[in-house]
Structure formats: structure tokens, C-alpha cells
């Protein structure tokens, strides 16, 4: 069993890329055409490598006034029956989901009835919607599914821009699963909608008139109706897993900003052989002997002094902290769930969910700052990428305030009071 200290400082709570897409959907590097002279919000995010667009900046496109001109019936009926292979992947995608609720508040030691597992805005919702079509659209390697996936991606934008928001999507929900069956039940009677046959097609024809363009591609209805959304087989398994796998991140991402807590927990000083770069010996050192004891635990360090004395020595002073529940380090069996890798680029569990650095970093609602404690990545302070509150940056609190972490010289000086015995530190 690992040493334990208890934590000493107050915890501060922690809790998007925004990832959205454009009209008629957004998948990758990706705008969809309107009116010239009409100005869409967009921003550029990142998914898998891929650029996806959101809602912030204007930005103008232009579409062809012939799209829809040549579109037979036959083809509109073929582009209904590609959506409704969609819908039911969808019916059959929700309720998997849902179920890893129960699973995530399992791994962090509590439940979905946690005081803090509360009040999700509509718009967090809708982009985790967005997320799992993404996620399909661009890592399920299915080509035939995409313009399916765009139109399904289209109308989530636009609810999330408040464009035809249905009347009964409330602004908030109390719990997750209330909002995540609600999204589930507009997105089947959406689709549903659209493929209603009444008037040659009316719903469809009106809801998709532009070209899309994504990746350098464009997709128009005449896509919808030329491609094939798989049923029941590999290509459908592998849509599935990509969505489910985007759906997890974002139910981490989500739980972990809502109901955990940083705590700066621990102070050290160790004295390693000099020889190999200081970072590199740090880094060594915490694959070997912290992240085998603590796997939820961040850590940073500083350099102290050397000694020449045969056999010449570093010395440097480690720092890192928990993110919990209550501000207690993430259990082990939540750890295999999430890190992909224990310091930066040494992979140990190819199946995790996430480079431990971008959870520490992002997965809070106020920016958490490092003082002068150096990364193991490359021995430098300061955060290795822009505080986005990881997908979510709606649930991120508008503040300047930022939350500092004293650095190693205030540390230092307080040396024997960090020294205290590791058998205190909590699970």
C-alpha cells in the first residue's frame, strides 16, 4: 500500500473545445454554405487532428441556388432511407451511453447522486450529441456514412446557436440522464421528421438545400442519396464504437470539471545519480517509483542543486497534486479508465481515454496554473496548451482570477512542512 499524507490545502474545484458544426454540418475542417451576406459564428477546434466549427466568429459562404433543382424523387426517397439507417443507429447508440453514467461515478468511488452532479446547460447536451457524431463522422472510418452523419450534425449546430430549437428543449436539466434522454428522443423525431414522404419529401427538401463543404469535400442531397448508412454488421460496429468512445471522453471531461476537486497535495526532495538531463531523470524517476504507487496523482518538479562529490548528484524538489472526488487522488481502477500514459509520451495503456497532462490541465472550470514547477515534457513552467475547460468551455467560470499553485522558492521555504509522513495521503 502506498504512503499517504492528507492533503493540506483548501481544494479548488475544477471542473470545450467546442466542437460544433456548421448548417449543414461540421465534421472536420468544416463550413456549410448559406447566403452570401449572411454571417455564421465559427471558430476553428480541434477532434482526432481535424479543425471542427463552432460558433464565434463571423464568417461568410456562399451556395448554389441550383442544388435542389435536379433532385428526383427517386433520389429524395433514397436520401430518406439513408436516414433512417441513421435514426436507428442513433436509437441503438443512446441508451449505450447513458449506461456509462453509472460506470464513471463507480470508478471515482461515488454515484450519480452526487450534490455537484447537477444543472447541465442545454448547450453541453447538444455538443456531446456533436461530439459522438464527430467522432464517428472522422474516427469510424466509414466514408458512406458521413453525409448522413453532416445533415444529423447540421441541426444540432443550429439548435445549439438557438436556430429551430425545438419548443420542449429546455435551457438547462436538472440530471444528466434527464438531458441525454431528452437529446435521444428530439433527435429520433427529428430524423423521423425528415424523412416524412408527405409532399414529395417537403421536410427533407427544405432542411437540406445547401452544399456542405468539409475537409475540402462537398456533399449535397444528391450524396445522401448515392451514399449507404451500413446496417447491422462491421462498418455499423465500428460507427458505434468511435461515437461511444467520444461519448466517454465527454462524460469524464463533464464529471470530473463538475464534481472534482484539485488539491495541492505533496512536496519532496530527491537525489538522483548526475548524468542523464535533469528532466529526463525526473521523469525516469516518477515511471519507476510515483505513478507505480500513485497513479492519480500530476507531477511537477524543480531543480535544486548539484553535487560534485564523487558520485556527482542532483537534487530537485518534486510537487504534485490530486484531482477528485473531495479533492482525494483518482482511484486506480478510474486511472486504467483515463491516462493513456503516466509522463508525457511514455504510453502504458494504449486503450486510455487521455494524455494525463491534457486532464490535469483542462478538465476544470477556472484555469489551474503551475507557478514555476517545470513539466516533465520538456523541463519548462507554465501550461503546455490554452485552457479550454477540455470540451466543454461553457461550463468553464468567466473569470481573470486565475488559480495560482506556489512555486518551488515559497515552497522550498516551507520545506518541513511538506515533509510529512506519506502514510497520511488519502486514496
Not at 459564428?41 to 471542427?52: F, I, R, T
Not at 428526383?72 to 435514426?87: E, G, I, K, P, W
Not at 507557478?371 to 468553464?396: M, N
Amino acid at each position: 500500500m502506498a504512503p499517504r499524507q492528507r492533503p493540506r490545502r483548501r481544494p479548488f474545484a475544477e471542473s470545450r473545445r467546442r466542437r460544433a458544426i456548421h448548417k449543414s454540418c461540421a465534421l472536420g475542417k468544416f463550413v456549410a454554405a448559406r447566403p452570401k451576406g449572411i454571417g455564421l459564428k465559427s471558430c476553428k477546434l480541434s477532434l482526432h487532428g481535424y479543425s471542427v466549427l463552432s460558433c464565434t466568429e463571423d464568417v461568410q459562404v456562399q451556395i448554389n441556388p441550383n442544388a435542389m433543382a435536379n433532385t428526383s424523387h427517386q433520389d429524395l426517397a433514397a436520401a430518406a432511407a439513408n436516414l433512417t439507417r441513421l435514426r436507428a443507429w442513433v436509437l441503438d447508440l443512446y441508451p449505450m451511453g447513458i449506461e456509462y453514467e453509472t460506470a464513471v461515478f463507480n470508478l471515482l468511488q461515488s454515484t450519480p447522486e452526487n450534490g455537484d452532479w447537477t444543472n447541465f446547460v442545454v448547450n453541453t447536451m447538444i455538443d456531446i450529441g456533436i461530439l459522438m457524431m464527430a467522432g464517428a463522422a472522422i474516427a469510424g472510418g466509414v466514408s458512406a456514412a458521413v453525409p448522413a452523419i453532416a445533415g444529423l450534425s447540421a441541426f444540432l449546430h443550429d439548435w445549439g446557436i438557438g436556430k429551430d430549437r425545438p419548443n420542449n428543449l429546455p435551457g438547462f436539466f436538472a440530471k444528466f440522464q434527464l438531458g441525454h434522454e431528452k437529446m435521444q428522443e428530439l433527435i429520433e423525431q427529428r430524423l423521423s421528421s425528415l424523412v416524412d414522404p408527405k409532399d414529395n419529401y417537403k421536410n427533407l427538401s427544405e432542411a437540406w438545400k445547401d452544399k456542405i463543404s468539409f475537409n475540402g469535400n462537398t456533399y449535397t442531397i444528391g450524396d445522401l442519396a448515392s451514399s449507404n448508412f451500413p446496417g447491422l454488421g462491421d462498418s455499423y460496429n465500428a460507427l458505434q464504437k468511435a461515437a461511444l468512445r467520444e461519448f466517454k471522453k465527454a462524460l469524464w471531461n463533464l464529471a470530473i470539471m463538475k464534481t472534482c476537486k484539485y488539491w495541492s497535495n505533496y512536496e519532496k526532495e530527491i537525489t538522483l545519480p548526475k548524468g542523464a538531463g535533469t528532466t529526463v531523470a525526473v521523469r525516469n524517476w516518477a515511471q519507476q517509483n510515483l505513478y507505480k504507487t500513485n497513479p492519480g496523482v500530476f507531477l511537477r518538479y524543480a531543480y535544486i542543486d548539484t553535487d560534485n562529490n564523487p558520485p556527482p548528484t542532483n537534487t530537485f524538489q518534486l510537487h504534485y497534486w490530486n484531482l477528485g472526488i473531495n479533492g482525494y487522488e483518482l482511484p486506480p481502477d478510474a486511472c486504467k479508465e483515463l491516462f493513456m500514459d503516466d509522463t508525457p509520451g511514455h504510453i502504458i495503456n494504449p486503450d486510455g481515454l487521455f494524455n494525463r497532462v491534457y486532464v490535469f490541465e483542462q478538465f476544470a472550470t477556472t484555469q489551474p496554473q503551475f507557478g514555476d514547477w517545470r513539466d516533465l515534457s520538456d523541463g519548462t513552467p507554465g501550461p503546455k496548451s490554452p485552457f479550454t475547460g477540455g470540451a466543454f468551455p461553457e461550463e468553464t467560470k468567466k473569470t481573470k482570477d486565475l488559480l495560482v499553485i506556489p512555486g518551488p522558492a515559497e515552497a522550498h521555504n516551507k520545506k518541513a512542512e511538506f515533509l510529512t509522513s506519506l502514510a497520511e495521503l488519502p486514496r
